[in-house]
């Protein structure tokens, strides 16, 4: 099959032209790692796609899925093409610039929650199961955000066997990833699941994320800082404020379903004057801005 015999198979808006049906195709990736599957539809809407080795991509209520990006294999060309609320659309690829630059800002902050969540279990006195869902509950990087503007193109100094392992390590942690809803947290199945390949890419991407002296100074204040219980994890940024003088903007995701109804002001100004007085304490010159995201708004913004 041809390109042109796919795409012909939709309307201009990207609805399925036979409502109902699977259609076979290939995917791939920039470095021409194949697999094959399909797509299936429902009322011209895609409402699942699958791999015969990966993994597949739905939703438990058999919705329209959305938000995801494929390369296509066909007989004389690939083209890459994005699920818009199950809506075949084509992707234009020019618009892929900088997306080294932008794949790793992402996954950088999703290195440092992941292992800001390991703190507690620092700690001799913590109960093992206890750690053990805080760390679930935490596992905000686990979402299809981290890897966001992947293209193992980007990494071609690591050579192809590691570029190789690479790829394989974000598809098998984006066949998880998209399985979390960005209003809920992840199960401990799909914890464990995506653990191992994120471990992979952390091993592998290491050395492009390097840490600047005095941010060791300002994670130690943060380690040992007592967070209320309704706030999942935390990370920082070095960053100027509005008015051009150096700062610190410490970001604290909170689980919106937990906090308490009518102290959430009260309770962010008591973290906001404890964490400034902690990093003044420490010596840090940069001035600290407290800011509250949402997990899911973390999970979505900016994607």
Not at 83 to 95: A, M
Not at 147 to 161: H, I, M, N, S, Y
Not at 248 to 265: A, F, M, R, T
Request: glycine letters at 6%.
């Amino acid at each position: 099959m041809t390109a042109n015999d796919f795409l012909d198979r939709f309307d201009a808006n990207g609805m399925y032209l036979k409502g109902d049906g699977t259609e076979s195709v290939v995917f791939t990736t920039p470095s021409d790692i194949r697999f094959t599957g399909n797509f299936h539809f429902r009322d011209g809407l895609c409402v699942g796609a699958a791999t015969d080795t990966i993994g597949n991509w739905n939703k438990p209520d058999g919705s329209p899925i959305d938000g995801i990006r494929f390369l296509l294999e066909f007989e004389d060309e690939k083209k890459l093409v994005a699920i818009d609320q199950g809506k075949i659309i084509r992707v234009q690829e020019s618009k892929r610039s900088g997306s080294r630059r932008d794949f790793l800002s992402h996954f950088r902050i999703a290195r440092n929650l992941f292992v800001h969540a390991q703190a507690p279990a620092d700690s001799p006195v913590v109960d093992a199961e206890k750690t053990k869902k805080m760390l679930v509950r935490a596992a905000i990087w686990l979402t299809p955000k981290s890897v966001f503007a992947f293209d193992p193109a980007d990494f071609q100094e690591l050579g192809k066997t590691r570029q190789k392992e690479l790829e394989e390590a974000v598809q098998e942690f984006l066949s998880v990833a998209n399985h979390v809803p960005p209003d809920e947290s992840a199960t401990e199945e799909q914890f464990r699941a995506a653990s191992v390949p994120f471990q992979k890419l952390l091993d592998i991407l290491g050395a492009y994320l390097t840490m600047r002296e005095d941010a060791k100074v300002v994670e130690q204040v943060l380690r040992g800082t007592t967070f209320p219980p309704w706030v999942l994890n935390w990370d920082y940024e070095f960053k100027d404020d509005s008015d051009g003088e150096e700062a610190i903007w410490v970001n604290v995701y909170v689980d919106e379903k937990s906090i308490p109804y009518g102290q959430l002001g009260k309770a962010s100004t008591e973290l906001s004057m404890s964490v400034r007085q902690e990093l003044v304490e420490s010596k840090i010159d940069r001035w600290p801005h407290i800011r509250l995201n949402t997990a899911k708004e973390h999970k979505t913004k900016g994607r």
